[in-house]
């Protein structure tokens, strides 16, 4: 099993194993593997391939949904949407000594997550998000703040249209790391925007101490 670092302040999530090639080597510490629609082979090539390569560059792999695989091939670290989470088996989960965050968008679904007693929680879409069509509106600030209070000491990802600009305010706002998507893989440049979150959010990290 790979060594477990845990998240970061910056937290962002690639759609395969070559955007994570891209990223890794920049300095990000913690990367979010989020495949879809991919073969089971495909899944279990991608996992090992990225572990290998998290593990080259310090930095903790997050793996979205596939727990079993997961598990399996030696992450050590996962993220469970509702449905998954549901499906999942946590016993094994934890038995295993992996970490899990899960995915919540309202009231329904926190009960539901804290029920099974994860390591983080993400809220969102904090921002409207141009990645996909959402069922859920913006969150905004007011419900990052009252979902940490809610939560208590247990980490709290925010994810959704947020930029360097309105990263500042989504951490005031009681958010402990910001998942990040739209804003890097659209960009001209990938790879200069992920170094100037990286820049950004060591700023923010000095602030906070």
Not at 43 to 65: F, G, K, M, P, Y
Not at 97 to 111: C, N
């Amino acid at each position: 099993m790979s060594e477990r670092l845990g998240l970061d302040l910056f937290y962002p999530i690639v759609p395969d194993v070559a955007w994570l090639d891209r990223i890794a080597p920049l300095g990000v510490r913690c990367i979010q593997l989020r495949l879809k629609d991919a073969s089971p082979k495909e899944v279990r090539r991608q996992i090992a391939a990225s572990i290998e390569i998290t593990r080259e560059h310090v930095c903790q792999l997050v793996v979205n949904d596939y727990w079993e695989e997961a598990i399996d091939i030696g992450a050590n670290y996962i993220h469970l949407g509702q449905e998954d989470l549901a499906a999942a088996d946590l016993a094994a989960i934890k038995k295993a000594d992996v970490q899990f965050g899960v995915s919540t968008h309202d009231d329904a679904e926190l009960d539901i997550a804290l029920a099974a007693k994860p390591d983080y929680i993400a809220l969102g879409p904090v921002f409207e998000t141009k990645l996909k069509v959402m069922k859920w509106q913006p969150q905004g600030l007011e419900r990052v703040s009252d979902w940490k209070s809610r939560i208590g000491r247990i980490p709290l990802v925010a994810i959704g249209g947020i930029t360097p600009d309105r990263a500042p305010d989504v951490l005031a706002a009681g958010a402990d790391y910001v998942s990040v998507i739209t804003d890097f893989l659209t960009h001209p440049d990938p790879e200069q925007r992920v170094r100037e979150w990286l820049v950004h959010m060591d700023g923010l990290r000095d602030r906070i101490g």
